[in-house]
């Protein structure tokens, strides 16, 4: 992971979920928990919830070096189980738990600003109306939250 952030001057890190389903909540979790970690004026925090094509104006605006999205994403991996992927890929396209593939907003997005994309993705045990995250999950977040702190705090 620290290879994709080598060369960053301006990272923004976008949190995609729906906090009231369960493990869809990873993505705006694990921002939330780095909002109140990580201070460095080099990095933009933003919760999108569940339309990232909402922010698509302030993640131009920002002029990022890096994009990075985190979300639950199934990819038929362990519960939990994190993977790295290019968002204008496979994973990008078909199985995020949101309306808008992000393959079209990664699409749209670098018609407008020179940037590097990743997609930080947690396969979700449960994603049911009102239930609470897995322990899979949290475990999983709280990992990449420590790794995420010390990137984004060396930047």
Same mark, same amino acid.
């Given at each position: 992971?620290?290879? &994709?952030? !080598?060369?960053? %001057? +301006?990272?923004?890190?976008?949190?995609?979920?729906?906090?009231?389903?369960?493990?869809?909540? &990873?993505?705006?979790?694990?921002?939330? $928990?780095? !909002?109140?970690?990580?201070?460095?004026?080099?990095?933009? &925090?933003?919760?999108?919830?569940? $339309?990232?094509?909402?922010?698509?104006? !302030?993640?131009?605006?920002?002029?990022?070096?890096?994009?990075?999205?985190?979300?639950?994403?199934?990819?038929?991996? !362990?519960?939990?189980?994190?993977?790295?992927?290019?968002?204008?890929?496979?994973?990008?396209?078909?199985?995020?738990? @949101? +309306?808008?593939?992000? %393959?079209?907003?990664?699409?749209?997005?670098?018609? @407008?600003?020179?940037?590097? &994309?990743?997609?930080?993705?947690?396969?979700?045990?449960?994603?049911?109306?009102?239930?609470?995250? *897995?322990?899979?999950? %949290?475990?999983?977040?709280? %990992? /990449?939250? *420590? =790794?995420? #702190?010390?990137? /984004?705090? #060396? =930047?």
């Amino acid at each position: 992971m620290e290879e &994709f952030f !080598k060369g960053a %001057k +301006k990272v923004v890190v976008c949190g995609i979920g729906n906090d009231v389903r369960g493990d869809d909540a &990873f993505g705006v979790y694990v921002v939330e $928990m780095l !909002k109140e970690r990580v201070s460095n004026p080099k990095v933009v &925090f933003l919760n999108c919830g569940e $339309m990232p094509e909402s922010y698509a104006g !302030k993640i131009i605006r920002e002029n990022p070096t890096h994009v990075v999205f985190v979300d639950a994403v199934h990819f038929e991996g !362990k519960p939990g189980e994190i993977v790295l992927a290019n968002p204008e890929g496979t994973l990008g396209e078909a199985f995020s738990t @949101h +309306k808008m593939p992000l %393959k079209l907003l990664v699409s749209y997005l670098k018609e @407008h600003i020179n940037a590097k &994309f990743i997609l930080i993705g947690a396969q979700p045990k449960q994603t049911g109306l009102f239930v609470e995250m *897995s322990e899979e999950l %949290k475990e999983s977040a709280e %990992k /990449l939250v *420590s =790794i995420l #702190e010390r990137i /984004l705090a #060396e =930047i």
